[in-house]
């Protein structure tokens, strides 16, 4: 559930990029923090492992309005992609209200988009969050490349859930707002059912 506080009149929600490493997540995270208004958000932490105690993720908080007279501020993470940091991403996903699964479109990566699916069902699992009701979004990513599924192919895939997917080529913004705006759609509905 979003953080709500009521004496600052603030609701924090919290959104996970997950997916394998190197699918765009970063270059989501990148492109959002260049392409936002300085009063809009704050500082971009990124911070880089020397190993797996070392937590390693981008960290980008956004201000998107008011609801009911409360500030929204997002706060935009994400995982490392490698097998190896899994710490890190249960640390993560803890508390998470909404999730953009970023998906590598090229052919060889199919593995290791599905690798990353069964990981991030399974760390949702631990944390007793319902995977087919938590607010997520397909992004397949880097569909400039020549080496890559047809769109259909590779969100019959990943999609397990036949949520809504977006095309996107993070590196130069394509679908990089289109997926923030319905991930933050998605998390702003359930919201306002639990405020009804
Ligand atoms: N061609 C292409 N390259 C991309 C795209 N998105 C990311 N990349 C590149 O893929 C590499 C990994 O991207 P990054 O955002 O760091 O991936 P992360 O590990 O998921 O955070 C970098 O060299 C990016 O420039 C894309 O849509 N198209
Ligand atoms: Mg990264």
Redesign the pocket.
Known sequence: MPNIHHSTREINCKVVYY??????????I?YIFNNTNPESKGKLISVAPENEHTLFF?FLPIFLGTLNGYTLKFHLH?V??QIFYDESRKLILKGVDGIVF?ADSQIERMDANIESIDNLKKNLFEQEIDVNHIPLVFQH?????PNILPIDEIDRIVNFRGSQYIE?????G?GVFETLKEVTRLVIGRLKESMD
């Open positions: 997916g394998p490493g190197l699918c765009g997540k970063t270059s989501n990148r981008d994400t490392p992609g970023v990513n880097k569909r400039d490349l996107a080529v993070a590196l130069t394509v």
